[in-house]
């Protein structure tokens, strides 16, 4: 990969972070000027907008190899969610992945590549019980695609929607800090590609 294609990769992935930034702001402004209006209308005190907000996340640490190709992979996946009641609740969602990639090439030679894939995307969830809840999240991802050329690694890029559902599993039940754990299925998954459509995701939340 040249100088020119790293810069422009790079401008592409600082916009991509600005744009989910300041969508996540607008979204908590937005909400809560909701909340101060409505509650001012009632004559009533406004409801405190940092206890209906809970964080989550999760990260990925990825190693695999043999004796043509290694693989190193680390991402992290931070999550928002705004409580509308004490069972629903819905947020935006962005995740980054590094991956790095080295390979010998069809003439013998060795090349190396490490591209970024990134997605955002919004969810919304709803708590059947404390510890488990159903999930719903549309999400755009541009993924990075790998592959051993004739002298070097060629590097091209995918944008996928991706709509998942499924169901998922709550320790802390709104108390503090937990970890959570997710099963997924994608709805649009293309049909000519092998891969799975579930995917299990690990992470952490904190008054969720």
């Not at 935006?92 to 013998?108: E, K, Q, V, W």
Request: include cysteine; charge should be positive; aromatic fraction near 14%.
């Amino acid at each position: 990969m040249n100088k020119l294609q790293q810069i422009s990769r790079l401008k592409a992935l600082l916009a991509f972070l600005l744009i989910c930034s300041t969508s996540i702001i607008g979204f908590s402004q937005a909400i809560k000027r909701s909340d101060v209006n409505s509650s001012n209308s009632l004559n009533t005190p406004p409801p405190i907008f940092e206890e209906k907000i809970w964080y989550g996340g999760g990260f990925n640490l990825g190693f695999s190899g043999s004796s043509f190709v290694s693989l190193f992979q680390l991402g992290i996946s931070p999550m928002v969610g705004y409580k509308f009641t004490p069972q629903w609740s819905a947020g935006p969602r962005i995740s980054l992945t590094y991956s790095y990639y080295s390979a010998r090439t069809a003439n013998g030679g060795k090349d190396n590549a490490q591209p970024i894939s990134y997605a955002g995307g919004i969810f919304t969830r709803y708590k059947v019980i404390p510890a488990i809840f159903l999930h719903a999240e549309a999400e755009l991802a541009n993924e990075a695609l790998v592959y051993s050329g004739v002298s070097q690694i060629e590097v091209q890029r995918r944008t996928r929607e991706n709509v998942y559902i499924g169901v998922g599993y709550n320790s802390a039940g709104g108390n503090g800090f937990g970890y959570e754990i997710l099963l997924l299925y994608n709805l649009n998954m293309p049909q000519n590609i092998i891969e799975s459509p579930f995917d299990v995701r690990f992470g952490f939340n904190y008054k969720f």
